[in-house]
Structure formats: structure tokens, C-alpha cells
Nanobody, 121 residues
Framework: QVRLVESGGGLVQSGGSLRLSCAAS????????MGWYRQAPGNQRELVAL???????NYADSVKGRFTISRDNAKNTVFLQMNSLKPEDTAVYFC???????????????WGQGTQVTVSS
């Protein structure tokens, strides 16, 4: 059974940095895109950053130049380095991955449990 386990959230002052990690495990045949989404109270979940298995990346305009997404394919892990954090970055951050569990099946969407990031002003 596929699991995504996130780590690295916490409380940081404005201008600080955090690094999130997300490790995928359990019955994985292949992983396509991996990404990070976030959801603040009262808001919809939004894409923060995405990385394909070809290492193409895509970022929300609000985080460009401050956040960097990367992945370690050997460890089925995706990272999000967040610098110059702002109070408006405060949200629950969710890891997402498009994973195939066999060569005969297309990818399904999997989510982590979420990790809280709080940026104080």
C-alpha cells in the first residue's frame, strides 16, 4: 500500500527557512510527477511546486524565486526548500505524487497527511 510521509514543518519567523521532505513507499512501480500543495484556513488547496520525472519544475507565482523543489529518485523522495518565508506562506503543506503500482496500470494520485508550516511576523 502506497504511503507518503512528510516531515520538516514547523514554526519559523518571517524571512526564515524550512525544508520539507516527503518519502513515498509501499508497492511502487514508478513515480511520475511529485509536488507540494498547501491549504490555509478558509482557502482552497493550491499548487505550490511540481517536479516531473524528467526534472521539469513548475512553481506558483507567489513562491517563485523563494522556494525550490527537488527529488531523489533513488529514495522516492521529494523536497521543498523554502527560503524568505512570509506570514502568507502559513498553511498545511501536502505532498502529492502520481504513482503506478504495476507496469499494466496507469498512475493514481496519492497524498500525504500534511505538515503545518507557520510563519510569524
Amino acid at each position: 500500500q502506497v504511503r507518503l510521509v512528510e516531515s520538516g514543518g514547523g514554526l519559523v519567523q518571517s524571512g526564515g527557512s524550512l525544508r520539507l521532505s516527503c518519502a513515498a513507499s509501499g508497492g511502487i512501480f514508478s513515480i511520475r510527477a511529485m509536488g507540494w500543495y498547501r491549504q490555509a484556513p478558509g482557502n482552497q488547496r493550491e499548487l505550490v511546486a511540481l517536479i516531473t520525472n524528467g526534472d521539469n519544475t513548475n512553481y506558483a507565482d507567489s513562491v517563485k524565486g523563494r522556494f525550490t523543489i527537488s527529488r531523489d529518485n533513488a529514495k522516492n523522495t521529494v523536497f521543498l526548500q523554502m527560503n524568505s518565508l512570509k506570514p502568507e506562506d502559513t498553511a498545511v503543506y501536502f505532498c502529492n505524487a502520481r504513482i503506478s503500482t504495476s507496469p499494466n496500470m496507469g498512475p493514481n494520485n496519492y497524498w500525504g497527511q500534511g505538515t503545518q508550516v507557520t510563519v510569524s511576523s
